[in-house]
């Protein structure tokens, strides 16, 4: 999956958008062994970064940000973006601030590529604060002891 968003990373990069990726990718890359087939990010909602946001979204052919306005982003939760592929961006999450997640945030790099990952704890948090089974599942899996795993 981290594959096919390098390119929408180095246009986050490139366009200076504050965010943080959150959901079943940041539990991959925390160590959870399971397959996810979206990107969840949680950003910074202002509306210059929504506005980076987009910009970085259409120069990264996801045409679907032509639709939309940074006005609409801020207006919703959650707006999904389903081009070749899936890219849920919050404005928010439960368990998790922003400006925490921003703080806190770990950079991941992938093949050369730069991208910020939200913290352990945070992911946790979040997790936690959602309750769906399959993020209680993560969030088990990433407070495991590293010895019980073998």
């Given amino acids: 999956m981290i594959n096919r968003l390098l390119d929408v990373f180095a246009s986050f990069q490139k366009h200076e958008v504050k965010y943080v990726v959150i959901g079943g990718i940041a539990a991959v890359l925390h160590g959870v ?26 120069e990264a052919n996801l045409g679907s940000a032509a639709l939309i306005t940074a006005d609409e ?19 928010s999450t439960p368990g998790l601030e922003f400006k925490d997640a921003w703080r ?6 992938y093949q050369g590529q730069d991208f910020y990952v939200a913290s352990k704890s945070d992911l946790i948090s979040s997790k936690q604060a ?7 599942e993560d969030v088990r899996l990433l407070t495991l002891d590293p010895q019980e795993a073998q």
């Fill in 73 to 91: 982003i801020l207006g919703n939760e959650i707006t999904i973006f389903k081009d070749r592929v899936r890219i849920d961006v919050q404005t």
């Fill in 130 to 136: 959602a309750g769906r089974k399959v993020d209680l």
């Fill in 104 to 109: 806190n945030r770990v950079t991941m790099n």
């Fill in 33 to 58: 062994p399971r397959a996810t087939f979206d990107l969840d990010i949680l950003i910074e909602a202002s509306k210059d970064n929504a506005n980076h946001l987009l910009d970085a979204l259409l």
